[in-house]
């Protein structure tokens, strides 16, 4: 009789551990195809900021072709962060780099706006406006994701198998701050 107790504790141990690691994978999983959609949106702005600039350095002047230059470099220096956060989307040096980027982004079109003729200044408008309009509503269902893997996390006792299993939480990623 005591081997069958025994024998049935370890077999709803064994079941609760494959339970909470499935749950565990599945919102990992959510959490990354969310921010699948994150980084869509980023790369379609910035296609269409790439391209409105080098459409308008045939118009422009010296001092706003070295400054579409500098937005430009900028704007490759943010793709170059969401490619390697798309290799590893839940590693928190990814994600940090990610929010510098934007936010050296965001600043160098607001410099820009500063300085540039009127020949240029409508497309930078537009950018922001862009970025004000889609990014927050991709941020959601990302912040939902990242919410619910996180809380997952620190439950007990999973919160065990998360630990030994090497699952870091996943960092909330504010972009829209910049923005306003």
């Given amino acids: 009789m005591w081997a069958l107790t025994v024998g049935v504790l370890m077999a709803l141990c064994l079941f609760w551990s494959v339970g909470a690691y499935n ?28 391209g409105g600039l080098a459409a308008r350095q045939t118009l422009v002047n ?14 490759d220096q943010m793709l170059e962060a969401l490619a390697q956060a798309r290799l590893q989307p839940l590693d928190e040096v990814n ?8 936010l050296k982004l965001v ?18 408008e537009i950018a922001l ?16 994701a990242v919410s619910g893997y996180n809380d997952a996390l620190k439950m007990r006792p999973a919160s065990w198998l998360a630990r030994h299993l090497n699952f870091k939480p996943a960092l909330r990623m504010d972009l829209t701050a910049a923005l306003n």
Avoid: C
């Fill in 62 to 75: 010296d001092i706003d072709f070295q400054s579409l230059q500098a937005l430009q470099l900028t704007s």
């Fill in 95 to 102: 994600q940090k780099q990610v929010i510098a980027q934007h």
């Fill in 107 to 124: 600043s160098e079109i607001r410099a820009l706006l500063q300085t540039a003729t009127e020949a240029i200044q409508p497309d930078l």
């Fill in 23 to 50: 749950r565990l994978v599945r919102l990992r999983a959510d959490v990354v195809r969310q921010w699948g959609s994150v980084d869509a949106v980023w790369l379609r702005l910035l296609v269409r900021l790439q």
């Fill in 129 to 144: 406006n862009r970025m004000r309009q889609t990014l927050p509503a991709a941020m959601i269902p990302y912040h939902v």
